[in-house]
C-alpha cells in the first residue's frame, strides 16, 4: 500500500510564494507519475500539475502557468510545487496523487490513483 502526505500549507499575503511537499512510502520499486490537485470551497477539485516518473514531462492548467513550477527528487520520495505570486483564487486545500495519468496537456486520477489528506493553502487579499 502507497501512503502520500502532503506539507507546506499555510496562509500568505497575495504575491508571496509557499512550496508543497509530499512524500510517498511503500512502493519500493515503483516511481510512479505524480500529480497536484486543488479544491476550493464549493468547487470541484482540479488538477493543476503533474509530473511523469522520470521528470521529463510536466503539466500546469493555464491558471498557474508561469507561477508555479512542480519537481521531483526520487532518491527522496519527494514531490514538490514552488508557488510563486500567489492569488486569492488559489486559496483550496491542496492534494497530491501518485499513480496518475500525466502528459503534456492533462493529468488525470484514476481509481487505483493514491491520494494525501490534503494541506490548506490560503492566500489573503
Known amino acids: 500500500q502507497v501512503q502520500v502526505q502532503e506539507s507546506g500549507g499555510g496562509l500568505v499575503q497575495a504575491g508571496g510564494s509557499l512550496r508543497l511537499s509530499c512524500t510517498s512510502s511503500g512502493s519500493a520499486s515503483i516511481v510512479y507519475n505524480m500529480g497536484w490537485f486543488r479544491q476550493a470551497p464549493g468547487k470541484e477539485r482540479e488538477g493543476i500539475s503533474c509530473i511523469n516518473w522520470s521528470g521529463d514531462t510536466t503539466y500546469y492548467v493555464d491558471s498557474v502557468k508561469g507561477r508555479f513550477t512542480i519537481s521531483r527528487d526520487n532518491a527522496e520520495n519527494t514531490l514538490y510545487l514552488q508557488m510563486n505570486s500567489l492569488k486569492p483564487e488559489d486559496t483550496a486545500m491542496y492534494y497530491c496523487?501518485?499513480?496518475?495519468?500525466?502528459?503534456?496537456?492533462?493529468?488525470?486520477?484514476?481509481?487505483?490513483?493514491?491520494w494525501g489528506q490534503g494541506t490548506q493553502v490560503t492566500v489573503s487579499s
Open positions: 496523487a501518485a499513480a496518475v495519468a500525466c502528459t503534456s496537456s492533462d493529468v488525470r486520477a484514476g481509481r487505483n490513483a493514491y
